[in-house]
């Protein structure tokens, strides 16, 4: 299994596991780059070479969501969020979607995915069926 090392908000750094198609357009692109891109440094850069600028992702993710007419709310926390709560949905375990969303604390987990306690016991009826 392949994973991206992503430092997001608040400096806090995560493994993320990457898709093949994933890994395959990541190969690309650092074939196409024009700068020298250290394996254990950053992968995405500025038009300078320099570390691409967060301002710079966000104008592009408003522009794409204006050509595909999606709603403002569609940003990359609304597609984690998503993300987290089909997993669980699909029965996923929480303390693995805790892990892969890099949430310290599994109450974090439950809030962000809405997880009420009904649902929480459901779950572990589902996975721990009396005998």
Known sequence: DTVLRVTGKGGKTRLVPVLPVALRAMAEYRRLCPYHLDPKGLLFR????????????????????????????????????????????????????QELLGHASLSTTQIYTGVDTARLLEIYEQAHPRA
């Not at 300078?48 to 050509?67: C, E, H």
């Not at 940003?75 to 969020?81: E, F, G, I, K, S």
């Open 46 to 97: 500025g038009a300078r070479g320099g570390p691409l600028n967060p301002a710079i992702v966000q104008r592009d993710m408003a522009k794409l969501r204006s050509a595909l007419n999606l709603p403002d709310t569609a940003t990359p926390h609304a597609l984690r969020h998503s993300f987290a709560t089909h997993l669980l949905g699909r029965g996923g375990d929480l303390r693995t979607i």
